[in-house]
């Protein structure tokens, strides 16, 4: 291994005993990361998953998440698991939903042995505002759970994405810790407009405006676009539609926001941290979707390293040195064998945030795979 390669580390899905069964064998993988190298007695250990929606069933299933949580508390951690609510309107729009959906889908402390704490509160407005300073986010709104924890453990589903081709590790940690107003910021650089006909002028957007750009004029809100900053804490705050979400930003601006926003994210843990992507169920689309489509190569297996652009830059070689699935999105664009999965399916040039990544010091896209 040069001194440049990080080490990624693998554990396949083949099983002939029960010490080697797969949720062992994920136990086995995460101590490799030297856990008691980064968890110490009383840490509060955020551990971040998606908890799917209602209608897929691609997800990291929980008695997976268990094996870690288990880790944890044997070294004196205090685990929690967690994600922040959705800016679309849906079942994990606002924590109650999003706790009820995390409890359908099997997320309870029964299954899990850890409590499930939604980062960003009640309706995404619980937020660190994390100085970064970097080429397109100088702030990031992140979720206050997870910037107070001590460890943060990033446990990532590895799927198609019809913005960034690939989502991740990056993308787990980016958009997955952004509060709502830090995913508008995200997806879009934009001046909010106001729809008279919607506006109420209840002035919740005026009243959670860093700015004090809006003022409420004739029971309407009014915008002043030199005092306005584009963070979105009006498109997040305005319960009627009167300040419509905007999805314009380019698919590369994007992907480097969104590694800003891990960066936010990763930036004061002082590598406590720790991450693994599960290579299981390699769906077209994110788990944000209400179904799952059929995967894009067969399960291969789980990936753990303390760098999460080497363990995604690992993901991606692995499942693109698969064979297709025949059955799946891509074989109807006429994929080649060995040829590139998510380009097949999205024709995004999803490297761009694993580059942009390494240029600012994630981490890096040589590793050393190690199989255990």
Known sequence: MSPSESKVYFAGLSTESESTNFPTKIGLLFKHLKPETFISDGDLVAIKMHFGEPGSHAFIMPMYVQKIVKVVCELGGKPFLTDTNTLY??????????????????????????????????????????KVDLKHISHAHIGSAVNLADVFIALSHPTGHIATGYAGALKNIGMGCGNRAGKQAMHADFKPEVKEKKCIGCGECARWCPAAAIVIVNKKARVSPDKCIGCGE???????????????????????????YAYAVLKNKNNKIG?????????????????????????????????????????????????????????????????????????????IQLKYAEEIGLGSRAYDLKTI
């Not at 994990?92 to 999003?98: G, K, P, S």
């Not at 999965?341 to 999803?350: M, Q, S």
């Open 275 to 351: 991450f693994m992507n599960f290579l299981t169920n390699i769906v077209p689309d994110c788990d944000c979707l209400p179904y799952s489509d059929t995967a894009l190569v067969g399960d291969i297996g789980i990936l753990a390293s303390c760098d999460p652009v080497a363990l995604d830059q690992a993901t991606v070689d692995l499942i693109n040195a698969q064979p297709g699935n025949q059955a799946s999105r891509m074989a109807k664009n006429g994929l080649a064998e060995n040829e590139d999965k998510f380009r097949a399916v999205w024709d995004i040039d999803y490297t």
């Open 89 to 130: 309107k849906g079942p994990r729009q606002n924590a109650i939903d999003h706790l009820n959906t995390a409890m359908g889908h099997g997320f309870v402390p029964g299954v899990v042995d850890a409590p499930v704490i939604i980062a960003d509160g009640l309706t995404g407005k619980d937020f660190a505002r994390v």
């Open 234 to 260: 009006c498109v997040s705050s305005c319960n009627t539609g009167a300040i419509s979400i905007e999805w314009d930003t380019p698919m590369e601006l994007l992907q480097m926001k969104i590694v800003e």
